[in-house]
């Protein structure tokens, strides 16, 4: 993920953690994408060529369960129904599988443009 996040910044600061974290807590809770039973990785868009490998490189179940939640969500919002309270995704279940992919690739790809852009030079 290629955006600027203040998250290493607030997470170094333990003060400054305990501060945010009621505040994140009800923005995650508000947002409603955990009433549908989605996790916050599933909101990720796919255009990109990191995200689009990043999907391939899924287990196969995690994948599976991935498509399960956004169809499963696309039909609620069709309906215009929330899940039941105990099918709808908890705060321990929302946890990221998607994204320590995606900086693992972004690593990758940082590290293969530094190996291509290295000069040798022989000493004389």
């Given at each position: 993920?290629?955006?600027?996040?203040?998250?290493?910044?607030?997470?170094?600061?333990?003060?400054?953690?305990?501060?945010l974290r009621p505040f994140a807590n009800w923005y995650a809770d508000a947002s409603?994408?955990?009433?549908?039973?989605?996790?916050?990785?599933?909101?990720?868009?796919?255009?990109?060529?990191?995200?689009q490998l990043a999907l391939k490189r899924l287990p196969p179940k995690e994948a599976y369960d991935r498509v399960y939640r956004l169809r499963r969500a696309v039909q609620c919002s069709l309906a215009h129904t929330l899940l039941p309270k105990e099918q709808q995704t908890k705060p321990e279940e929302d946890y990221p599988y998607l994204s320590p992919i995606i900086r693992e690739i972004e690593a990758e790809r940082q590290e293969r443009d530094d190996l291509?852009?290295?000069?040798?030079?022989?000493k004389a």
């Open positions: 993920m290629s955006q600027p996040s203040l998250a290493t910044y607030v997470l170094k600061r333990p003060w400054l953690s305990r501060v409603g994408y955990r009433k549908l039973g989605l996790r916050a990785d599933d909101l990720i868009p796919e255009e990109s060529d990191t995200i291509e852009a290295m000069v040798l030079r022989r």
